[in-house]
């Protein structure tokens, strides 16, 4: 039953892939910011902008992994006359942003691509989060993607050109166990996406939603040594990307002015699942949702009663432990 929905479903993702009409901007010789960019998928990003020929400027706070992260990128450019810039601020302090990314103008030249990846995840059951946990979370993942947004806006809607990439989560569109305050954050860049999606279209303004799954680099390394059992259990059902593939695919569904950026068949279940009032980048696309919406529901309630059966015996297991 469940292979007879999947095959029209493959055929309909084939479809979006190769049929979508694809409008692609370039990034030679413009200049990149990407905040995150001294690591996992921002630093890979940031290397595929400079072998496609754009100057990079990386942002995160840590000037020894910035300095590393930026020689490793200079091996990457397209050619010798491109700059690669770090500077040490943290996004979820608005002034310093504001006058880092004024400075980095004056020495590199105008932004052209603001690529928000700067961000992190701990993982606890609701009540076992420390206030600052939930402060730390809020302030990089949502404050740390608006407060380089709400800077640069202003000279991309005068320029009339410029493209913004916000990193949200496979838990930006659902939750999950043990991602209480992290989903929280992650959804929250949903509405700050579709919401600025809206306000600089007319300026010729584009805006990407990257949604990663899983993805093999230090901050995950990290996550997991916070995730419950359960949480553990059920990202396992996921698999794990390779950062490089992810940020080829951010690039280019931002370069192609697509509103999700996602990568993997799961992915595409999850996004066409709860595309809501999102923006659609064709017609065809637009179609294809629609036939894809029902069978997805469908497979969407596998997906639930599976997660569900994967809490409820971690809980009998543990009652069995504590009653022990
Ligand atoms: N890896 C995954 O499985 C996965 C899945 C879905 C979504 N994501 C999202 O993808 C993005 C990148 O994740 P990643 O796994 O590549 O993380 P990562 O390897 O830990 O890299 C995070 C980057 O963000 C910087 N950063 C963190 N807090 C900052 C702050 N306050 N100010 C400035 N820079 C800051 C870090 O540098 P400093 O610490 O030196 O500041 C580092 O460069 C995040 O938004 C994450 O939520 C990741």
Redesign the pocket.
Known sequence: MLIVMLVPLFIIAILVKFLKPQKKLSIEGKHVVV????????KSVAILAAQKGAHVTI????ID?LSEAQQEIKKHCANEELIISKVS????NYEDVENNLCEVEEIVGPIYMLIN?????ICRQVEDFTEQDIKTLIE??FL?TLYPIKAIVPKFKQRREGIIVL????VSLMGMYGYSVYASS?FALRGLAESLFMEVKPYNVSVTLAL????D????E??NKTKPEETHLLSNTGGLYN?DDVARKLIDDALASRFFSYIGFESFILTTLCVGMSPFSSFLELLLQCVALGPLRLIGAFYIIYFDKIVKKCFHNKQIKKEQ
Do not use: H, W, Y
């Open positions: 905040t995150g960019g001294s690591s996992g998928i921002g942002l995160a706070r840590n992994k601020v943290d996004v979820a990846c700067a961000g992190m995840a990089v993942n740390g990193t949200g989560s496979q992650k990663p799954p899983d993805t680099t230090p901050g995950f990290n996550e950062a």
